[in-house]
């Protein structure tokens, strides 16, 4: 038996998943959640229907509940002097520096996280965990962190770095689910099931993996000339897009806004240029 202690605030499925790792793992385990209910079907946790127990039980606080806003509502009053607060939730950079602030102020260490994977692949050795706040906290509680997944990245000591990251790798994640779905659609209404997509969509990402380095260089270096994939090729391609929605019965109105920052590239002189140059859109409102 390990004699640690963790306290997960949350039960949801990610939290529920974290908590249920930290049990396997032998840690003894503190729950909290706003419905009890939820928290006491957690087998071999402990589970606390006031929070402040809960919190007290345990140096340590891993936050799973929905979001920064949550936590704070659910902590405020609590009693955190002393304990390392540490967040696995969604939320923006700014949310993430206002609740370090709130945990700091309260007498908290504070190191915000994120889970890069599925709550069935949590204690996975491949998951990753990025890590953003208070380093001593990171180092201190490494081992314990390594229960929920095997690859663990600290990326500095800005409080809103897993937040950001979480956000911007995140952006990914929608847009080529939709794409899938399209595509499953597409299938459909010829009679073919999305199954028989599956090995060549995996082709299709695996090169789309090899494409990042470029891309992000080019990006780096503002110099958008070596993918070799031009916004006109891109530009080009949208009435084809059109023409197959009408054809298959497929509604390709989300790919609406995309259209439009193409041609607005193409207007503004960039169609020779690789498909990065659109980060020059992207980023246009920022400096105006």
């Not at 419905?35 to 589970?47: P, T």
């Not at 499953?184 to 099931?193: C, E, F, T, Y």
């Not at 390709?252 to 169609?271: D, K, Q």
């Amino acid at each position: 038996m390990i004699n640690e202690s963790v306290t997960v605030l949350g039960t949801g499925s990610m939290g529920s998943a974290v908590a249920g790792a930290f049990v396997a793992a032998g840690y003894r385990t503190a729950v909290w959640n706003r419905s009890h209910d939820k928290a006491a079907a957690l087998v071999g946790a402990n589970a606390h229907p006031g929070i402040a127990d809960a919190v007290a039980a345990s140096p340590v606080i891993i936050s799973c509940l929905t979001s920064f806003e949550a936590a704070h509502e659910s902590l405020r009053g609590t009693d955190l002097l002393g304990r390392d607060l540490i967040t696995l939730n969604s939320g923006t950079p700014d949310q993430a520096r206002g609740f370090a602030q709130f945990a700091n102020s309260a007498g908290a260490r504070f190191l915000g996280g994120a889970i890069k994977n599925v709550p069935a692949a949590v204690g996975d050795p491949n998951t990753l965990l990025y890590f953003g706040g208070d380093r001593d906290v990171f180092e201190t509680h490494s081992a314990t962190l390594r229960v929920l997944g095997g690859d663990l990245e600290f990326l500095g000591a800005e409080p809103d770095l897993a937040a950001l990251y979480e956000s911007a790798v995140g952006a990914t994640l929608l847009p080529a689910l939709l794409g899938f779905l399209e595509g499953a659609a597409v299938l459909a209404s010829r009679g073919l099931p999305a199954s028989t997509m599956v090995p060549y969509s995996v082709k299709w990402l695996q090169m789309i993996e090899s494409l990042l380095p470029v891309l992000a260089g080019e990006i780096d270096d503002k110099d958008y000339t070596r993918l070799g994939a031009s916004v006109e090729l891109f530009h080009t391609a949208v009435a084809d897009d059109m023409r197959l929605g009408a054809e298959t019965g497929v509604d390709m109105s989300w790919h609406a806004p995309m259209h439009e920052l193409l041609g607005r590239a193409v207007a503004e002189g960039r169609g020779g240029q690789s498909v990065t140059a659109l980060i020059e859109l992207l980023t246009q409102r920022s400096t105006l």
